[in-house]
């Protein structure tokens, strides 16, 4: 793994994480795969060669899981991680009156805490990482707000805030966002 790029890819369960993480093995890269379905996570896992990924259950939202995450995968990977790609998300809609709180709380929790919390959990390991990069999902509803996905949009639109915020910011270590 000397040699070998690396990357850790939250909601690797499916969708756009799991497509990544297919992309990155096929390209050589050792993978990190972390969601917090397990069935998902299993199903990803077995789509990747075995010797070029690790894999853990979490749950975005919990700082202290994603510490322990870091932890486990920079003990395998030699303490580097040249991609971080937070990608987690959840897409729950509905007019912000007729929203229940806890699914309000779900979508802020996971789509822009669980950013937040990946970028400072990872960020030892990107720094001491040349040319590491973050990368940030987000989506037409961070550039565009759309009726009945005002939370949502809320959340996407706070990611590409934070992300070019932090590119700046990062820039002192070397490490790109985006």
């Not at 069935?39 to 789509?47: F, I, P, Q, V």
């Not at 075995?50 to 322990?68: C, H, L, N, P, Y």
């Not at 669980?114 to 990107?126: F, K, Q, S, T, Y």
Request: hydrophobic share 45%; aromatic share 6%.
């Amino acid at each position: 793994m000397a040699h070998q790029k690396i990357a850790l890819v939250t909601g690797a369960g499916s969708g756009i994480g799991r497509a990544t993480a297919q992309l990155f093995a096929e390209r050589g890269w050792f993978c990190g795969l972390f969601d917090v379905n397990p069935k998902g996570l299993e199903e990803t896992a077995a789509l990747l060669p075995e010797g070029q990924r690790i894999s853990m259950v979490f749950d975005v939202r919990d700082r202290g899981a994603w510490d322990r995450a870091v932890e486990s995968f920079g003990t395998v990977t030699n303490r580097r991680m040249h991609v971080l790609f937070n990608n987690a998300g959840i897409g729950k809609g509905g007019l912000i009156n007729e929203m229940k709180q806890e699914d309000i709380e779900l979508v802020l929790d996971v789509n822009l805490k669980g950013v937040i919390n990946g970028v400072n959990a990872a960020l030892p390991l990107l720094r001491e990482t040349p040319g590491a990069r973050v990368v940030n999902t987000a989506s037409v509803a961070g550039v565009v707000g759309a009726a009945k996905m005002s939370i949502y949009c809320a959340t996407k639109f706070g990611v590409r805030g934070l992300t070019e915020a932090l590119d700046i910011e990062f820039a002192r270590y070397g490490i790109r966002v985006t």
